[in-house]
């Protein structure tokens, strides 16, 4: 087993929802293996209290935790990513910026928590369970022996990792 940390960069739209909770996840579960970054491509600038909450109850830190552009992990003396993963289907579809170092990118979509309208426990309802669909592939992923697969074998595991939750 190397020493190396993986540097991750988790993307979406608006970085207040989806992409902070895969970001803490990754950092949470991913035993020290991981550096996980999130960032959007029109961020909000602030992130929303429901996944506040929702990071709250796995005890990690949400203090630092803000909305930012994708461009600050674009320039020249940001973190080289080693992986970018989109969250939502419109950061899928939308022009990245290049990145340093190529990193292997893959989409993992899940439903927006943040656009469900309703009394607040159904918005809380509602990121509970894409928190837990985001933990799921998060932890489907930081199992993967990374030190014995080539490129194109963590690859695949992305992309296999990325397929339509099952009901």
Same mark, same amino acid.
């Given at each position: 087993m190397s020493n190396k940390v993986f540097n991750i $960069?988790? $993307?979406c739209t608006g970085n207040s929802a989806r992409s902070i909770m895969a970001e803490a996840l990754f950092n949470t579960l991913g035993n020290g293996c991981f550096k996980a970054y999130s960032a959007g491509s029109h961020p909000t600038g602030k992130v929303n209290p &429901? /996944?506040?909450d929702q990071l709250k109850t796995i005890g990690y830190a949400t203090e630092n $935790?803000?909305?930012k552009s994708w @461009? @600050? &992990?674009a320039q020249p003396d940001a973190p080289q990513m080693d992986f970018v993963i989109t969250v939502c289907d419109n950061a899928a579809g939308e022009v990245?910026?290049?990145w340093p170092g190529a990193p292997l990118s /893959?989409?993992?979509g899940f439903e927006d928590p943040a656009a469900v309208k309703g009394s607040d426990e159904e918005k809380r309802a509602a990121f509970r369970t894409? &928190? #837990?669909q985001i933990r799921k592939r998060v932890s489907r992923f930081v199992d993967l022996p990374l030190d014995? $697969? #080539?490129?194109?074998a963590v690859k695949r595991e992305l992309d296999k990792i990325g397929e339509p939750l099952p009901e």
């Open positions: $960069l988790i $993307l &429901f /996944a506040v $935790l803000r909305s @461009e @600050e &992990f990245c910026p290049i /893959a989409h993992w894409v &928190f #837990d014995n $697969l #080539d490129q194109g």
